[in-house]
């Protein structure tokens, strides 16, 4: 071996040694956790500023649900190409100072009294365009931190700790929007994302892949190639698009829903959204066990189609009095799901070839997450020419299908994801 060729080798242990250290996974951890709360905040801040501050018809509400949700179908599948090619520290810092920016200039504007639907629809916009990029650089980070054998405990870790962030997030959205109004919640999320950046500043950078001579887009089909005709990412991955088309339309009806039609403030409904992470919470922290005893492939479709029919309770609620049952709903229905992204998700990060990964998770988020601004405009459509009560009962029942379609292809045929 030559000395060139020496000092590269000593340099890439180095840097496999800073990366893999547990102290790396925990930084990575502690920024998603602080953006991730301010981001739960928002979930309830944004529509009701649409609805209280600007007075935004219901078809007005799910196109600004839509418009965060929409860069999954435009930019995932370039955003798989971007984190092979770029740094990924340099570039998620980058894009948590764009999403300050993005929100942060919302309360500005309400401050000086220039705040407009199309500012908000833009913020939003540019803030979803952002995530996606930051989310996808993010699924291809953590194999790189995390040895594979403990892959599925840390994305249980991960998706434990969205649960916690997604169940008091909103109730201090709630609590903030009572003391500040809904704009005033912004700010914090806004806080949020530079103090992601601030700790993300501090991980390894990573090493971009070397540059080839293959174009983009020849990149890009290598990846939709190789998703489209495995026996199992395929269809796990139109399981995961039809979930996510469904729970897109339910964030989409659930402010319109519970404060314009059974009457709960803030605060109320802050409490209601909160029990979607409380159900994600004990999904993530049973996920492991359920897919042990029951297989991985059983456990998605059992644990998926108990949520479904939680998620039926939902529509009995018709007024503060009884929001337990939107409640109750709400929190089967991510229970299910929560458990069945855990599982798929780890079955494509140890799966994929390692070369292929970043293209792999990117060609997954474009289909099954670009249906979520469809999901959200189908809602509005629904709510606008049926009423949002009959939106509400219909999205519920569909529900039951993902787990359905899932058990009727070679997937339910087996115990295991094979």
């Given amino acids: 071996m030559s000395g060139t060729q020496a000092i590269q080798e000593h340099d890439r242990r180095d840097d496999e040694r800073e990366t893999s250290s547990p102290g790396v996974f925990w930084r990575f951890w502690a920024a998603a956790t602080v953006s991730g709360a301010g981001t739960a905040v928002t979930v309830l801040a944004l529509p009701l500023v649409a609805l209280t501050v600007l007075d935004a018809t219901a078809f007005e509400v799910a196109l600004l649900a839509a418009a965060g949700q929409v860069s999954w179908l435009l930019l995932s599948l370039p955003a798989g190409v971007l984190a092979q090619r770029v740094p990924l520290r340099r570039l998620q810092v980058t894009l948590d100072l764009v999403r300050f920016a993005a929100l942060g200039s919302l309360p500005l504007a309400w401050w000086i009294g220039t705040l407009t639907y199309p500012h908000l629809l833009f913020a939003a916009l540019v803030t979803g365009s952002a995530t996606v990029l930051f989310d996808i650089g993010n699924s291809t980070f953590l194999p790189a931190v995390v040895p594979a054998q403990q892959l599925a405990a840390r994305n249980s870790v991960m998706s434990g700790t969205h649960a916690v962030t997604d169940t008091g997030g909103p109730s201090l959205g709630g609590v903030l929007i009572g003391a500040t109004g809904p704009v005033g919640a912004l700010v914090v999320d806004a806080a949020s994302y530079l103090a992601s950046a601030v700790l993300l500043r501090t991980l390894p950078e990573s090493r971009p892949a070397p540059r080839t001579s293959e174009s983009a887009l020849r990149l890009m089909r290598e990846g939709w190639r190789y998703v489209t005709k495995h026996p199992v990412m395929r269809p796990c991955m139109i399981w995961a698009t039809a979930a996510n088309f469904l729970n897109a339309a339910l964030v989409a009806l659930t402010p319109l829903y519970l404060v314009r039609g059974a009457g709960l403030d803030s605060v109320q409904l802050g409490l209601v959204l909160a029990m979607d992470g409380v159900g994600a919470l004990a999904g993530a922290a049973v996920a492991v066990r359920v897919t042990t005893r029951l297989g991985t492939a059983r456990g998605v479709i059992v644990a998926d189609l108990a949520g479904g029919a939680l998620l039926l309770l939902a529509p009995l609620t018709t007024s503060a009095g009884d929001a337990y049952w939107f409640a ?91």
Wanted: net charge positive; charged share 10%; aromatic share 8%.
């Fill in 328 to 418: 109750l709903g709400n929190a089967g229905f991510a229970f299910g799901t929560v458990i069945g992204s855990i599982t798929t998700r780890t079955y494509r990060q140890t799966q994929s070839p390692p070369e292929l990964l970043s293209r792999v998770m990117a060609t997954v988020r474009f289909v099954s997450w670009g249906a979520m601004p469809l999901g959200a405009l189908t809602a509005g459509l629904l709510a606008t020419h049926l009423g949002a009560h009959t939106a509400l009962w219909t999205v519920c029942a569909a529900a039951l299908l993902p787990p359905l379609y899932l058990f009727s292809t070679k997937v339910g045929r087996h115990r295991d994801l094979i």
